[in-house]
């Protein structure tokens, strides 16, 4: 058979309208999980040993199984005791407690390289506790973390394509109905990789720009309200 | 009425489909890693040897299956290459091939990253004592370079088993494919998924135990060998 490219084409706006879900859900994603990784690297560390078991075991537990099977388990699951839930809604929560527990670690070694010496600095220039860890402990923290961050997020947006298996309309699910409309299996999932592509690239390309201009110029010692420290 | 039809209890044979679906995911796991982190060393070695056009080539595989997901990639294996091409795999052989080709685009990477981070010095000592390309690679370059490529690609080898519960999408009999036939027998997703998360989660603590183990054997050849050099 011949390779054409023209029925797929033709179907462009619908594939493109699956891509702004795909977008959609990725920014969701990456907001929550970041969030929650920023809380569960916090925890990671926490004072109280309670606290710490558990955030190990939040990470342990998603970082070692399929994120197929947690989906499976939070979308088919969560009807059985009582939460209705949505392919969409499902999905975000899904992607991310997962992308968080990969986050949560990212966040924390990014913790581990502050010296002690900058946070006893900070608390006795008579900063709070949380002072300390909002203006001090933080921005160096992210500074580590943030390339490595950038990469869990292009993990992410790749992940986003297993809700179409719980029947999401993003970028891959469309894909499929195309592909079943047409028979163009191969011309189909030729464009939507090179799509994946084109995102990934402007998502790397973004984080860097990020960095550029929030952390490269940041000072090595730590800037509170203007003012060097 | 409904009910007389369905079999929602569990019965010995379960344990007997759930060892079949282990048995495949064990199967395209280690096929593919074996097969993905063959090629990619050999794919790494012709991106780092600069060859005019070849290495320019496995620059755009490695970039375009890093930045696609793997769904993707195995609808496009399994559902476009028998209609375009004479190859028409089937689940398990598409499977394999997919993940191999993922698994080798992030080896090479990890390889090229380890050669680059040898210090030129040791090409022109080795060049100084007339030693060819292909000896300063077998003898000096590769013995180090691999030692620095194999954690990251044996954390790599450890999170593809997560990776390849996606194959029971294109209809492999995996792990998760049973999850989801055992699932829509009984309908007992709380019960199902948890059971099915917590074989993978055995499996990926044993396999990173050996992984540590490897490392830990490969440190102690490394401090023998840079206390002889």
Redesign the interface.
């Known amino acids: 058979m011949r390779i054409d490219f023209s029925p797929v084409l033709a179907r462009l706006d619908y594939l493109l309208s699956g891509l702004s879900l795909t977008v959609m859900v990725s920014l969701a994603a990456i907001v929550l999980s970041f969030a929650i990784g920023v809380l569960v690297a916090t925890s990671r560390i926490s004072r109280y040993r309670t606290v710490r078991i558990l955030a190990a075991g939040y990470i342990d537990l998603f970082r070692n199984t399929p994120f197929l099977v947690q989906l499976f388990f939070l979308y088919f699951g969560l009807p059985e005791i009582g939460i209705p839930t949505e392919p969409v809604t499902t999905g975000i929560l899904a992607l991310s407690l997962t992308a968080a527990a990969g986050n949560a670690e990212i966040v924390r070694s990014g913790i581990e390289t502050v010296p002690r010496g900058v946070v006893e600095a900070g608390r006795s220039y008579g900063l709070s506790a949380l002072q300390v860890y909002r203006y001090v402990i933080l921005p160096i923290a992210l500074r580590v973390a943030w390339r490595p961050l950038g990469n869990a997020f292009v993990n992410l947006v790749l992940t986003t394509s297993i809700l179409s298996t719980i029947t999401v309309n993003d970028l891959t699910g469309n894909a499929n109905n195309i592909s079943s409309e047409t028979f163009k299996p191969f011309e189909v999932y030729l464009v939507v990789l090179v799509i994946y592509c084109a995102v990934t690239f402007t998502v790397s390309a973004v984080v860097n720009a990020v960095y550029a201009l929030f952390f490269a110029r940041m000072a090595e010692r730590p800037v509170i309200r203007g003012q060097a420290a | 009425m409904y009910e007389m039809y369905q079999n929602v209890d569990f019965t010995l044979a379960d344990l007997d489909l759930l060892w079949r679906g282990l048995q495949w995911t064990l199967l395209v796991w280690s096929a593919s890693m074996v097969l993905g982190i063959g090629l990619g060393f050999v794919l790494g070695l012709v991106a780092h040897a600069r060859v005019p056009v070849l290495s320019q080539l496995v620059t755009v595989f490695v970039?375009?299956f890093r930045?696609?997901?793997?769904?993707?990639?195995l609808?496009?294996v399994f559902?476009?290459?028998p209609?375009?091409t004479p190859f028409s795999p089937g689940p398990a052989e598409a499977a394999i091939f997919t993940v191999a080709i993922n698994t080798a685009a992030f080896t090479v990477v990890n390889l090229v990253a380890a050669l680059d981070a040898l210090p030129r010095g040791q090409w022109q000592a080795a060049g100084a004592f007339g030693l060819s390309y292909g000896q300063t690679m077998r003898y000096i370059v590769l013995p180090q370079a691999i030692r620095t490529a194999l954690p990251p690609t044996m954390n790599l080898a450890v999170s593809q088993l997560?990776?390849?519960?996606?194959v029971?999408?294109i209809g492999v009999a995996d792990l998760?494919r049973v999850?989801?036939m055992l699932?829509t027998r009984t309908l007992k997703?709380?019960l199902i998924?948890?059971a099915?998360?917590l074989i993978?989660?055995i499996l990926?603590?044993i396999l990173s135990v050996l992984a540590v183990r490897v490392e830990r054997r490969l440190q102690t050849k490394n401090s023998w060998f840079q206390a002889a050099a």
């Open positions: 970039e375009t930045n696609s997901p793997l769904l993707v990639q609808f496009l559902y476009g290459l209609l375009v997560q990776t390849t519960s996606l029971s999408i998760t999850g989801t699932y997703p709380f998924w948890p099915i998360g993978y989660f990926a603590k």
